[in-house]
Every structure is written in C-alpha cells, then in structure tokens.
C-alpha cells in the first residue's frame, strides 16, 4: 500500500522496519482518487492496539485511512464544501 501512495523506496525500508518517518510532499489516495499534500507529517508502522498479531500503518498517529479522509474533508470545506450537519435527535415534522 505505501509503495502505491507515494513513498519512495527508502522510505519504505525504514517504515518496515518500525521506524517513525517524517516527511512533507504529496501522498495519493486511490480510494479518493486525489493526491494530498503535507508540509510535515510522520508514518510509522504500528502493532495493533487490538490484535498484536496484525499492524497498522499510521499517519500522523491516525490510521492512513483516516488519515487520507481528513484531508479529503479538509480540502472539500477549502472548496465551500460543508458536511451535512447530523438530523438524528431532529424533529422532521412540519
């Protein structure tokens, strides 16, 4: 997965081997199908805080995922792009 959102090789060795990375630059996302920019964020490979057999790939201590989500929300509301506020709870009888 890090090799497909733009890490260089280097990059990835030290990440495989547990160390935390700081870099700046673009990632792609493909689920979003956009590259996003950082001016300084940290990965680090992590072992599951729920499983100890499995591992997580972290950016700036989230998982990429949620990571790559941020940004897209981030770079949405700089278009004048807002969420829909949540309605539960909301009366929706006129």
């Known amino acids: 997965?890090?090799?497909?959102?733009?890490?260089?090789?280097?990059y990835v060795h030290r990440i495989l081997s547990f160390e935390k990375i700081g870099f700046k630059g673009q990632l792609y996302s493909h689920e979003h199908q956009q590259s996003f920019r950082t001016k300084g964020s940290w990965a680090k490979l992590e072992r599951s805080a729920d499983n100890k057999h499995t591992f997580e790939f972290k950016i700036d201590g989230v998982s990429v995922f949620q990571w790559f989500k941020d940004m897209a929300r981030k770079l949405l509301e700089k278009?004048?792009?807002?969420?829909?506020?949540s309605r539960q709870g909301k009366d929706l009888h006129h």
Request: no cysteine; hydrophobic share 40%; proline share 12%.
């Open 1 to 10: 997965m890090w090799f497909s959102i733009g890490f260089p090789d280097s």
């Open 79 to 85: 278009m004048g792009f807002r969420q829909p506020q």
